[in-house]
């Protein structure tokens, strides 16, 4: 194997180790039904979700699907704020109403059971290899020195 081959192929063999690991992964956070919040100001699924879990508002991700990552439909459940025994609302924002405000974290009333489900990126910028894939890795890279020492002192 020439020289050239050796290193593309040691250059694909890096690129498929390192693909999947610098990818962010967004991972369920916690979830609260409609009905369980005590803060009777109008507040965003984000903003509820800040207030449940801490952080940002910004930060969470919010859904009506319920905890599965791939059914995020970036909406919450809101009650009316005032009007108790209401539906709740599927919305995406906590614009008034019919005069009254909407929350997405108020104990209200509401008929039924309205659960938002919370997501939030977990900040992974890039993996780090476990102390057996590093080991593997310098065996192989050692050997591959090895082999092409021993081929030029041959040569």
């Known amino acids: 194997m020439g020289i050239r081959k050796f290193l ?3 250059a694909a063999a890096m690129a498929l180790l390192t ?16 009905n369980s919040g005590v803060d009777d100001s109008p507040l965003t699924g ?12 910004s930060d969470y991700m919010i859904s009506t699907n319920g905890s599965d990552v791939s059914q995020i439909n970036f909406r919450a459940w809101y009650a009316f704020i005032g009007l108790p025994d ?21 104990n209200d009333g509401s008929l039924g059971s309205y659960v938002n489900y ?10 780090v ?17 090895a082999g092409l020492r021993r081929r030029v002192i041959v040569t």
């Open 118 to 127: 919370a997501f939030k990126d977990d900040g992974r910028v890039g993996g």
């Open 19 to 34: 693909a999947g690991a610098a990818n962010a992964a967004i991972v369920f956070v916690g979830s609260w039904e409609l």
């Open 86 to 106: 209401t539906v709740g609302v599927d919305a995406q924002d906590v614009n008034s109403a019919f005069g009254f405000d909407l929350s997405a974290y108020v």
């Open 46 to 57: 984000q903003q509820a979700a800040a207030l449940i879990f801490g952080g940002d508002a």
């Open 8 to 10: 593309a192929v040691g």
């Open 129 to 145: 290899p476990e102390p057996a894939t590093w080991a593997l890795m310098i065996a192989g890279f050692g050997l591959a020195g």
